[in-house]
Nanobody
Framework: VQLQASGGGLVQAGGSLRLSCVASGRTLSASGMGWFRQTPGKEREFVAAISRSGDSTYYADSVKGRFTISRDNAKNTVYLQMNSLKPEDTAVYYC????????????????WGQGTQVTVSS
């Protein structure tokens, strides 16, 4: 399976972006999915995850209330709507397949996409 993340860019603090993650080679409806982010010199940080059906979502405390993860299984796509962005949200954002039900740790995800850069200016 290959995951292609897109939608990143430069935005001012308080602005919004929507990231997309399109899968090829695998039907995403069979898997939970997640978003992580990484800044230079740091490990990947869990951002959000969504169950196979989309009925259950999970968020890091740092983004709760501002970010929304969703999915469209017909389009084999997962989204991350990011509102009220802050400079500390600046990072490369990655999508991945959730290999362990309920997982929020990096090793519980696989098939990482290439990442998309999000930069929030103050």
């Amino acid at each position: 399976v290959q995951l292609q993340a897109s939608g990143g860019g430069l935005v001012q603090a308080g602005g919004s972006l929507r990231l997309s993650c399109v899968a090829s080679g695998r039907t995403l409806s069979a898997s939970g999915m997640g978003w992580f982010r990484q800044t230079p010199g740091k490990e990947r940080e869990f951002v959000a995850a969504i169950s196979r059906s989309g009925d259950s979502t999970y968020y890091a405390d740092s983004v709760k209330g501002r970010f929304t993860i969703s999915r469209d299984n017909a389009k084999n796509t997962v989204y991350l709507q990011m509102n009220s962005l802050k400079p500390e949200d600046t990072a490369v954002y990655y999508c991945a397949v959730r290999m362990i039900v309920g997982g929020t740790r990096e090793y519980e995800f696989g098939y990482w996409g290439q990442g998309t850069q999000v930069t929030v200016s103050s």
